[in-house]
T-cell receptor
């Protein structure tokens, strides 16, 4: 079946612009995660959605970052007023939702802020 | 907070050599432990996992044993192949289902 998909695969933006990154999880998966992979910080957790519960936003690095998940499926990560340090690969993952589940990762969106 | 430390790379081996990638963790409770692999040009995928002390995870000839007494989860393979060249990430999951990753270890296998 289809895996996790993300779009766009690459995004180049100017400093100060807003960007939106999209994630389509595996159908039926109730849990959705965003991570960031950068040279300086490695792989970092950003935010976690589980069903209809309030999201765990504890990993968001600043209030310029926000995410939503509509209808329990597609998620959008928004970065406002982008900075050069936001340049990274943004990874989305989903899982069936029970504890210790394998997380299935998408191919990522490479964001470059110039 | 929780953290994972893994050996720095790159690790360069000849085909059929024995592989060990060290991983140690710090956690307040009893986390689940994972090894993820990222092949060139591909996304992260789960290689193996262990959910409690003394469990051994295994897949594709790779093994790792959850050692609570040494807080370790070292990855081993008896005979590596060129196709094993990839970046390997050790990770733990304790609270809230979020993964905490190590820095990753690049493995290069030469024929």
């Amino acid at each position: 079946g289809a895996g996790v998909s993300q779009s766009p695969s690459n995004k180049v933006t100017e400093k100060g612009k807003d960007v939106e990154l999209r994630c389509d999880p595996i159908s039926g998966h109730t849990a959705l995660y965003w991570y960031r992979q950068s040279l300086g910080q490695g792989l970092e957790f950003l935010i976690y959605f589980q069903g209809n519960s309030a999201p765990d936003k504890s990993g968001l690095p600043s209030d310029r970052f926000s995410a939503e998940r509509t209808g329990g499926s597609v998620s959008t990560l928004t970065i406002q007023r982008t900075q050069q340090e936001d340049s990274a690969v943004y990874l989305c993952a989903s899982s069936p939702g029970t504890s210790n589940d394998e997380q299935y990762f998408g191919p990522g969106t490479r964001l470059t802020v110039t | 907070g929780d953290s994972v430390t893994q050996m720095e790379g790159p690790v360069t081996l000849s085909e059929e050599a024995f592989l060990t990638i060290n991983c140690t963790y710090t956690a307040t409770g009893y986390p689940s432990l994972f090894w993820y692999v990222q092949y060139p040009g591909e996304g992260l995928q789960l290689l193996l996992k262990a959910t409690k002390a003394d469990d051994k995870g295994s897949n594709k000839g790779f093994e790792a044993t959850y050692r609570k007494e040494t807080t370790s989860f070292h990855l081993e393979k008896g005979s590596v192949q060129v196709s094993d060249s990839a970046v390997y990430f050790c990770a733990l999951m304790e609270y809230g289902n979020k993964l905490v990753f190590g820095a990753g270890t690049i493995l290069r296998v030469k024929s």
